[in-house]
C-alpha cells in the first residue's frame, strides 16, 4: 500500500500500516477488477476496502484453495481461529493474521456492524458442508453470507446521499450480482472442488445435473443442455445487476466512477461468456484486456469530474451528505 494512502487514511502505528500492506498486495494479486476500481476511489478511503477485500479474499482461500491438502477439519480450524480472532475485539492485538488486524481497524473506523462479518463467516463454514443448492431461494441464502453483505460491509466506506438503509438494497444486490458472475464464470473450477453454485433447479430445467456438468469437464464436450442452462443463469444475473444499478446514484459521488466501474467490468464478463459461447466449463473468460483500460479510463474522467463538481468555495472537497462511517446504521 502506498504511504500516501495510508497517510492520507490517518493510518500511522507501524504494524497497522504492515497489515493494511498485506491486504493490498492480496487485493492487487487476486482481485484483479476490484483493484482497478479501488484506484477510483478517494485515496483515504482505498486503505479501508483493500482490508475488507484481504480479509475476504484469505477466509475464501482458506476454504476453496485447490492446491491446499488440508482437510475439511484442518479449513474448519483455521476458520474458526480467523473468527475468534475477529471476535476479540476491534483494537485487539497479539499474533493475529494481518487481515485481521486491518479488518477490525477499518471496522471501528467505519462503525460496520459486526454481524456483517458474522454472517460472512458462516457462508464460509457453509462451504464446507454443502456442496449443491436446490433452488434460488436456497443459493441466495448462502450469498446473503458470502456476498451481500460485502456490498453492505462497503457502504459506510463510500458513502451515501441519501440515508444508509435506503441505498443498502441496492447494494446488496451488487455484491449478489458479482458473485452469480463469478459461479458462471468459474462453473468448472468449482466442480473440480465439488461444488455446484447454479441452483438445481435451473439445471433441471434444461436437463442438465452434476454427472452431465463433469462428463463435459472431464471431456472437453459440448451439450446444448448445457448452454442453455448457463444462458439462463446468466439472464438471471443480469436481472439482479438491474437491481443493483440505481443505487450506484445513491453513493457519494465521489464513490461513483469507482462502483460504476466494478459494475461495467463484471458485467463485461457475462459478455465475455456469451462471447465465447458459453464454453465455462472448459476456459475461463475474462474481459479484454483494451476493454479493461477504456472503462478504467472512462471512470478516471468521472473522476475527475466529479472532484471538480463537488469541490467547496475554500478549495477543498465538500463532504458528502453523509459522512463515511460517522453515521449509525
Not at 440515508?163 to 441496492?170: I, K, Q, S
Request: glycine residues 10%; aromatic residues 6%.
Amino acid at each position: 500500500m502506498t504511504t500516501r494512502e495510508l497517510d492520507a487514511a490517518g493510518i500511522t502505528d507501524p504494524a497497522l500500516r504492515a497489515a493494511y500492506r498485506h491486504c493490498r498486495r492480496l487485493n492487487a494479486r487476486h482481485g484483479t477488477t476490484y483493484f482497478l476500481a479501488t484506484r477510483l476511489l478517494p485515496v483515504e478511503r482505498r486503505p479501508a476496502v483493500h482490508a475488507l477485500y484481504g480479509f475476504a479474499r484469505w477466509a475464501d482461500d482458506i476454504v476453496d484453495d485447490l492446491g491446499s491438502l488440508a482437510t475439511p477439519a484442518q479449513r474448519a480450524t483455521s476458520l474458526d481461529r480467523l473468527g475468534t480472532g475477529l471476535a476479540a475485539g476491534p483494537r485487539a492485538g497479539g499474533g493475529e493474521e494481518p487481515v485481521v488486524t486491518a479488518l477490525k481497524d477499518t471496522a471501528a473506523r467505519y462503525a460496520i456492524p459486526v454481524e456483517h462479518f458474522t454472517d460472512f463467516m458462516a457462508s464460509m463454514r457453509q462451504d464446507l458442508e454443502v456442496d449443491e443448492y436446490a433452488d434460488y431461494a436456497a443459493l441466495y441464502r448462502y450469498m446473503h453470507g458470502s456476498a451481500a453483505v460485502i456490498g453492505l460491509q462497503m457502504l459506510p466506506v463510500l458513502g451515501t446521499v441519501v440515508p444508509r438503509e435506503e441505498a443498502a438494497p441496492h447494494a446488496a444486490a451488487l455484491g449478489v450480482a458479482f458473485q452469480l458472475t463469478n459461479f458462471l464464470r468459474d462453473v468448472g473450477e468449482d466442480l473440480d472442488r465439488g461444488r455446484v453454485y447454479l441452483p438445481g433447479d435451473l439445471l433441471a430445467a434444461h436437463g442438465v445435473d452434476r454427472a452431465l456438468l463433469r462428463w463435459s469437464r472431464d471431456t472437453g464436450r459440448r451439450d446444448p443442455r448445457i448452454t442453455r442452462a448457463l444462458k439462463a443463469a446468466a439472464a438471471l444475473t443480469r436481472g439482479v445487476y438491474r437491481e443493483a444499478a440505481p443505487g450506484i446514484a445513491m453513493l457519494d459521488p465521489l464513490s461513483r466512477p469507482c462502483i460504476r466501474t466494478a459494475f461495467v467490468l463484471y458485467g463485461g464478463i457475462l459478455d465475455a461468456i456469451a462471447d465465447g459461447g458459453y464454453a465455462v466449463l472448459h476456459r475461463r473468460s475474462r474481459v479484454p484486456g483494451h476493454r479493461r483500460a477504456a472503462v478504467a479510463a472512462g471512470g478516471l474522467l468521472r473522476l475527475t469530474a466529479a472532484r471538480l463538481r463537488h469541490r467547496a468555495p475554500g478549495g477543498t472537497a465538500s463532504a458528502p451528505a453523509q459522512s463515511p462511517g460517522r453515521e449509525t446504521p
